[in-house]
């Protein structure tokens, strides 16, 4: 899987955060005290590597976490500056919970705050769905970048 490429300064308009309030979705930066919570629901929902990343954007001041809520439930987060600084991810979406926009408001959430504090440009790395982020961000394929930074990560 490639690592992609997000023109920051570029990013389209998006009236994704209307249609979360219309369906009384939230989406916010997480805060401290939710780590244990997000970082098992993570290792639940996913697995114990990306538990470890979202781990490092909630070491970091402020939080680099976004989470989604609904009915009082977390049901998507996403992080930025964890697996090393200038990427986005990783993301995910409850699997019950995908196909309302949940992962494109926490993308736009964000790559907004990354251009915020002075990013240029965002890598998506290892991008398992390409077409979701050339789709609504624009993102392109970094070439030769699989496995990039993931080379040699130990799994045992
Ligand atoms: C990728 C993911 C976060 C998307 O979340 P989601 O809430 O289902 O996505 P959205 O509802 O915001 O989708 C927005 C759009 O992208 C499309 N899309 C979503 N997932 C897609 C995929 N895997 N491939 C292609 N298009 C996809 C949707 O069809 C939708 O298109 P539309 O606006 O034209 O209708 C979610 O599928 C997920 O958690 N996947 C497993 C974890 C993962 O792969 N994370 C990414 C690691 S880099």
């Not at 251009?115 to 440009?121: C, K, L, Q, S, T």
């Not at 769905?129 to 050339?134: G, I």
Request: charged share 20%; aromatic share 10%.
């Amino acid at each position: 899987m490639p690592d992609m490429l997000v023109k920051l300064y570029d990013l389209p308009k998006t009236s994704i955060f209307s249609k979360m309030e219309a369906a009384d979705i939230t989406i916010r930066p997480a805060i401290a005290p939710e780590k244990h919570h997000v970082s098992a629901w993570v290792e639940r929902q996913f697995d114990l590597g990306w538990r470890s990343e979202v781990e490092v954007a909630f070491a970091r001041q402020p939080v680099s976490v976004y989470i989604a809520i609904k009915a009082g439930k977390l049901v998507g987060f996403a992080c930025y500056d964890a697996t090393i600084r200038g990427f986005f991810g990783p993301t995910g979406v409850d699997k019950t919970q995908r196909g309302q926009g949940i992962g494109e408001a926490l993308l736009f959430a964000c790559l907004k705050n990354m251009r915020e504090i002075g990013y240029a440009y965002a890598i998506i790395g290892s991008a398992g769905p390409t077409e979701f982020y050339h789709k609504k961000v624009g993102a392109v394929a970094i070439e030769n970048s699989d496995p990039g930074i993931y080379k040699g990560t130990l799994e045992n």
